[in-house]
């Protein structure tokens, strides 16, 4: 059974910057961001695909950046510039099929809260 742990969540101005980190406790092929405010569904916001290329959601291109270290087994996702908008719960999750942005990955890690205000 894989472990995602997320971490890096925080309050923050908008306008100011985050990074979110994901340690998998094996090898993952394929991974993404998800986030979930609040009454709402959950949505993709980058994912990091087997053959490491990137998609992002079209509200957080420019603005956020997904990566990846094998060696650290780590998964990051750059948060810069931002808005009160961008205030959810955030998820990684990782699978051996390639998702992108969709939320049938097979594992989830417990999510990191961040709150962005005006």
């Known amino acids: 059974q894989l472990q995602l742990v997320e971490s890096g969540g925080g309050s923050v101005q908008a306008g100011g910057s985050l990074r979110l980190s994901c340690v998998a406790s094996g090898s993952t092929y394929s991974s993404g961001w998800f986030r979930q405010a609040p009454g709402k569904r959950r949505e993709g916001v980058a994912a990091f695909y087997s053959d490491s290329s990137t998609r992002y959601a079209d509200s957080v291109k420019g603005r956020f950046t997904v990566s990846k270290d094998n060696g650290k087994n780590t998964l990051y996702l750059q948060m810069n510039n931002l808005k009160p908008e961008d205030t959810a719960t955030y998820y990684c999750?990782?699978?051996?099929?390639?998702?992108?942005?969709?939320?049938?990955?097979?594992?989830w890690g417990q999510g990191t809260q961040v709150t962005v205000f005006s």
């Open positions: 999750a990782a699978d051996i099929y390639d998702y992108g942005l969709t939320p049938d990955y097979r594992y």
